[in-house]
């Protein structure tokens, strides 16, 4: 039984949210919370490098604005940066499964407005490409002989990026599209997803203190 990406979008959104506002007051709370990520990674098997590289950046900004919190309540900041670090881990997991041309689709699929889902599928889409794109500009300087790469590439790249997203734009309204393409909704299995989500984050919630 396949979850849609609206239903995986639907989940992540469930878990993140109700780790980031778990209470985490006791041992036991803590443990599920454990329980819970492990189960999750066990599902979705996210690259070790993938999910080191986004955690990695999720922290270091998450260390940063604890400091002045740990210095004056160290039990607080202890438990903002549980829910924090459990809420970055459950999303990261959950996006990991997911393309970035899939999330426009998936958020019309949820019932997003078309303006604001065509949006990020557009700029998610062009991200996808910006990679590729800088690859080949490095690789023809290369070619022709080049060694350094100062803000010049940059500023090509933001050119050629620009263009082609220009031109893909047209290409869509001369074919008719209008935002986002509408993917599937949640269906069946999604909703169940979502409700096990729910059900979990709710348990959590509801442990003794």
Do not use: K, N, Y
């Given at each position: 039984?396949?979850?849609?990406p609206?239903?995986r979008?639907?989940c992540l959104?469930?878990?993140a949210t109700?780790i980031?506002?778990a209470?985490?007051?006791?041992g036991?709370?803590?443990a599920?919370l ?5 189960g ?6 996210p690259?070790?490098?993938w999910?080191?590289r986004r955690l ?5 900004a ?10 004056a309540?160290p ?15 459950a999303a990261?997991c959950l ?10 689709p998936a958020l ?13 599928h557009?700029l998610?889409?062009q991200l996808?490409?910006?990679a ?9 300087r290369r ?5 350094r790469?100062?803000p010049?590439?940059l ?6 990026t ?15 599209a209008d935002?986002a ?6 269906g069946a ?6 409700l096990?989500?729910?059900t979990v984050?709710t348990a ?5 203190s």
């Amino acid at each position: 039984m396949s979850v849609t990406p609206s239903a995986r979008v639907a989940c992540l959104l469930v878990l993140a949210t109700g780790i980031a506002t778990a209470p985490l007051a006791s041992g036991r709370s803590r443990a599920a919370l454990a329980a819970l990520l492990v189960g999750l990674a066990l599902v979705t098997r996210p690259r070790f490098g993938w999910l080191a590289r986004r955690l990695g950046a999720a922290l270091l900004a998450l260390g940063a604005l604890l400091v002045p919190l740990a210095i004056a309540d160290p039990d607080r900041a202890l438990l903002v940066a549980l829910r924090a670090v459990g809420a970055a881990f459950a999303a990261s997991c959950l996006a990991s499964t997911l393309s970035l041309g899939e999330l426009g689709p998936a958020l019309r699929g949820l019932g997003v407005p078309r303006s604001l889902s065509g949006a990020v599928h557009a700029l998610l889409w062009q991200l996808e490409h910006v990679a590729s794109e800088g690859r080949r500009l490095v690789l023809a300087r290369r070619l022709r002989g080049a060694t350094r790469f100062g803000p010049e590439v940059l500023a090509q790249l933001l050119v050629r990026t620009s263009a082609r997203a220009e031109r893909v734009d047209l290409a869509m309204r001369l074919r008719g599209a209008d935002g986002a393409p509408a993917g599937p909704r949640l269906g069946a299995s999604g909703v169940l997803s979502a409700l096990a989500a729910l059900t979990v984050v709710t348990a959590l919630h509801w442990l003794p203190s």
